[in-house]
């Protein structure tokens, strides 16, 4: 201590904070990265290790599975799955559904919620943020049996009005599941967008009112540019979130057919673990989505600095 | 003292917001606050109607729950499907929620203290390769969660760590977007001239982080703490993976167990709804009170 309270009192420019070297951070942080290391990199490690192997039992199938280097052969195998290369597609199919829905809904009640003319601004962002304290399960649950007819008020409400739809058939499915995300996930990000909208100067508001511009001429062309930062790291963790698609799928499943076990790629990495006992394309598929989720925040964090610059 | 400085970035927003709001634009006729306040009605009554669904569903027991329409209170037999709910298998249901509070509660505890800590060393202490591990900390906070979950598997079968509380309890420390979240808010709320008087005082750098740092940083701590609570609470596939031992659930994959009952069983319908609806008591009472530090967190994440 006190060498340490020597040394510092030379003033030394550029530091944050004098004594406060790399001993003193280390034990700040070693914590932190044992667990990092044990949730994150092991893991990470460990499938790339598994999916470039593969386990061959010799002659018969008696005997000890030996392990063996097989370089691509796992991903080869993963991407000539017809039900792979399906839950791709699916799963691309439900991001161009649900995200301009879930976005763009954001953005609209967000900007509903900051128009001059709103009332009770308190208690609707309290009502748009509920959802967010229902868990997953328990979303996918009630959409579930809201789905189910007989017991659900809403099919109910159709066929009163001469509509029959089955929301968990073969076509719907699709679209009722992007409807859970959709409840789920807007409140969380009007509340974002909203507090966003809050920091809009109220100078550059006034201005175009004094130049004529209407409420809704505002909100697209003053407000809107203005959030779109906040609208850019809304967009990366949806995208990350959205192809982690697991819960709502798997709890659906079992209230409909239309719902396979290999219906999305989480899924069917989960089947190729648990199901067919391959842990190698297991892991091979768990690398390949989580590469997916690389490339995709690579690109919307690129696409939305040169927006933010231009 | 926390308090003031947490509501200074906020303030500062709100104070130039305050005339927009106090009605100096009065332009807006009848008609366009008619179709404001109606649009948000219609959008939050998407968000509130599930919700009440599940509270009017949880009173009905299976017969009226097939037979009487949806709104409608059939015979009320709320307290019957509680009692039913109890009962199931010697009370797992409660087993299941203690459960689920314990991996919630040490997660949020524990793991946001590990990652405020991260936050602030990031932050206040200056050592090599710094922002290399941070950089390193940012990509954690983009790997999808669930594609570490089968490998995590794996590992934890080999040092036969599956089937414990630990195979959840572990995972759920690790909190990179904590990390973030707590470099935010000490650089906001922790002046560097403070702890450098503490230094001045003769308090070393452990003492004055948890007298100074970590007091200071309080309300980041709470919010950090309530997403990590929440993002536990729901946390599926995790759990579904590593336990078997139903007395090990957490209430989410346990009612997802009563679920798949209840397809061949339409008796378990009831239980699966009023489980459903006691599982999101506790969450809604906790958004509720705690109000202000979801929505400062919400911020803190967005803005950077």
Same mark, same amino acid.
Not at chain 1, 1 to 8: G, I, K, P, R, V
Not at chain 2, 107 to 115: K, N, R, T
Not at chain 2, 140 to 152: R, S
């Given at each position: 201590?006190?060498?340490?309270?020597?040394?510092?009192t030379?003033?030394?420019?550029?530091?944050a904070? *004098?004594?406060t070297?790399?001993?003193?951070?280390?034990l700040?942080?070693?914590?932190?990265?044992?667990?990092? *290391?044990?949730?994150?990199? *092991?893991?990470?490690?460990?499938?790339l290790?598994l999916?470039?192997?593969?386990?061959?039992?010799?002659?018969?199938?008696f005997?000890?599975?030996?392990?063996?280097f097989?370089?691509l052969?796992?991903?080869?195998?993963v991407?000539?799955?017809?039900?792979?290369?399906?839950?791709?597609?699916?799963?691309?199919?439900?991001?161009?559904?649900?995200?301009?829905?879930?976005?763009?809904?954001?953005?609209?009640?967000?900007?509903?919620?900051?128009?001059?003319?709103?009332?009770?601004?308190?208690?609707?962002?309290?009502?748009?943020?509920?959802?967010?304290?229902?868990?997953?399960?328990?979303?996918a649950?009630?959409w579930a049996?809201?789905?189910?007819?007989?017991i659900?008020?809403?099919v109910?409400?159709?066929?009163?009005?001469?509509?029959?739809?089955?929301?968990?058939?073969?076509?719907?499915?699709?679209?009722?599941?992007?409807?859970?995300?959709?409840?789920?996930?807007?409140g969380?990000?009007?509340?974002?967008?909203?507090? *966003?909208?809050q920091?809009?100067?109220?100078?550059?508001?006034e201005?175009?009112r004094?130049?004529?511009?209407g409420?809704i001429?505002?909100?697209?062309?003053?407000?809107?540019?203005?959030?779109?930062?906040?609208?850019?790291?809304?967009?990366?963790?949806?995208?990350?979130?959205?192809?982690?698609?697991?819960?709502?799928?798997?709890?659906?499943s079992?209230a409909?057919?239309?719902?396979?076990?290999?219906?999305?790629?989480n899924l069917?990495?989960?089947?190729?673990?648990?199901?067919?006992?391959?842990?190698?394309?297991?892991?091979?598929?768990?690398?390949?989505?989580?590469g997916?989720?690389?490339i995709?925040?690579?690109?919307?964090?690129?696409?939305?600095?040169r927006?933010?610059?231009? | 003292?926390s308090?003031?400085?947490?509501?200074?970035?906020?303030?500062a927003?709100?104070?130039?917001?305050?005339?927009r709001?106090?009605?100096?634009?009065?332009?807006?006729?009848?008609?366009?606050?008619?179709?404001?306040?109606? !649009?948000?009605?219609?959008?939050?009554?998407?968000?509130?109607?599930?919700?009440?669904? !599940?509270?009017?569903?949880?009173?009905?027991?299976?017969a009226?729950? $097939?037979?009487?329409?949806?709104?409608? !209170?059939?015979?009320?037999?709320?307290?019957?499907?509680?009692a039913?709910?109890?009962?199931?298998?010697?009370?797992?249901?409660?087993?299941?929620?203690?459960n689920?509070?314990? $991996?919630? /509660?040490v997660?949020?505890?524990?793991?946001?203290?590990?990652?405020v800590?991260?936050? $602030?060393?990031?932050?206040?202490f200056?050592?090599?390769?710094?922002?290399?591990l941070?950089g390193?900390?940012l990509?954690?906070?983009?790997?999808?969660?669930?594609?570490?979950?089968?490998?995590?598997?794996?590992?934890?079968?080999?040092?036969? @760590?599956t089937?414990?509380?630990?195979a959840? !309890?572990?995972?759920?420390?690790?909190n990179?977007?904590?990390?973030?979240l707590?470099?935010?808010?000490?650089?906001? $709320?922790?002046?560097?001239e403070?702890?450098?008087?503490?230094? @001045?005082?003769?308090? /070393?750098?452990?003492r004055?982080?948890?007298?100074?740092?970590?007091?200071?940083?309080m309300?980041?701590?709470?919010?950090?703490?309530?997403?990590?609570?929440?993002?536990?609470?729901?946390?599926?596939?995790?759990?579904?993976?590593?336990?078997?031992d139903?007395?090990?659930?957490?209430v989410?994959?346990?009612?997802?167990?009563?679920?798949?009952?209840?397809?061949?069983?339409?008796?378990?319908?009831?239980?699966?709804i009023?489980?459903?609806?006691?599982?999101?008591?506790?969450?809604?009472?906790?958004?509720?009170?705690?109000?202000r530090?979801?929505k400062?967190?919400?911020?803190?994440?967005?803005?950077?």
């Open positions: 201590m006190a060498t340490q309270a020597l040394t510092t030379v003033p030394r420019r550029g530091r904070l *004098a004594g070297g790399g001993r003193t951070a280390a700040f942080l070693v914590p932190f990265f044992a667990v990092f *290391a044990i949730a994150m990199i *092991a893991p990470v490690i460990y499938s290790v999916s470039f192997h593969s386990q061959q039992k010799s002659g018969l199938g005997g000890e599975a030996k392990t063996v097989v370089g052969e796992n991903y080869v195998q991407f000539q799955s017809e039900t792979f290369v399906e839950g791709i597609a699916r799963l691309g199919l439900y991001c161009l559904i649900y995200i301009p829905c879930m976005v763009g809904g954001a953005v609209v009640f967000a900007l509903l919620l900051d128009a001059s003319v709103a009332k009770a601004r308190k208690l609707f962002q309290l009502l748009v943020f509920l959802p967010h304290a229902v868990p997953g399960v328990i979303a649950l009630i049996y809201l789905y189910t007819p007989g659900s008020p809403l109910q409400a159709l066929q009163g009005g001469g509509i029959q739809i089955n929301f968990l058939d073969a076509h719907m499915v699709l679209p009722s599941i992007v409807n859970i995300g959709v409840w789920e996930w807007t969380y990000n009007v509340i974002i967008l909203f507090t *966003a909208l920091a809009v100067p109220r100078e550059i508001l201005a175009a004094v130049d004529g511009a409420e001429r505002a909100a697209i062309s003053i407000k809107f540019p203005l959030i779109l930062p906040a609208l850019s790291v809304i967009m990366l963790f949806t995208i990350i979130g959205t192809l982690q698609l697991f819960t709502e799928p798997s709890i659906i079992k409909t057919a239309s719902v396979t076990s290999t219906w999305v790629p069917w990495a989960y089947d190729a673990a648990f199901i067919r006992h391959n842990l190698n394309q297991a892991a091979a598929a768990s690398v390949i989505i989580a997916l989720a690389a995709l925040s690579l690109a919307v964090t690129r696409l939305s600095s927006m933010n610059k231009s | 003292m308090t003031s400085t947490l509501s200074r970035p906020r303030a927003a709100s104070a130039h917001n305050a005339p709001r106090g009605g100096s634009n009065r332009s807006g006729g009848f008609a366009s606050k008619l179709t404001v306040n109606g !649009l948000l009605i219609i959008g939050s009554a998407y968000m509130v109607v599930p919700v009440l669904w !599940l509270v009017f569903a949880s009173t009905k027991n299976a009226d729950l $097939y037979g009487t329409s949806a709104y409608a !209170l059939g015979n009320f037999s709320l307290f019957e499907n509680i039913n709910v109890a009962k199931q298998d010697g009370g797992l249901f409660f087993r299941w929620l203690g689920s509070v314990m $991996y919630a /509660g997660g949020a505890v524990l793991g946001s203290l590990i990652s800590m991260a936050g $602030y060393a990031f932050d206040k200056q050592f090599r390769w710094k922002d290399s941070f390193f900390v990509v954690g906070v983009l790997i999808p969660n669930t594609a570490t979950v089968l490998p995590m598997y794996l590992l934890a079968s080999l040092v036969g @760590m089937n414990t509380v630990w959840v !309890l572990i995972p759920v420390l690790c990179p977007f904590g990390v973030y707590a470099r935010v808010y000490s650089s906001s $709320y922790v002046p560097a403070t702890l450098e008087a503490a230094r @001045m005082d003769g308090a /070393g750098p452990i004055s982080f948890f007298s100074l740092g970590l007091p200071m940083m309300p980041g701590y709470i919010t950090i703490a309530l997403f990590q609570f929440v993002g536990v609470w729901n946390n599926f596939m995790l759990p579904l993976v590593m336990l078997q139903q007395q090990l659930l957490p989410s994959v346990g009612i997802s167990i009563w679920q798949g009952y209840s397809v061949p069983q339409p008796e378990f319908t009831p239980m699966v009023t489980g459903s609806l006691l599982s999101i008591l506790p969450l809604l009472v906790a958004f509720i009170m705690l109000q530090f979801w400062s967190g919400l911020t803190a994440g967005s803005v950077k």
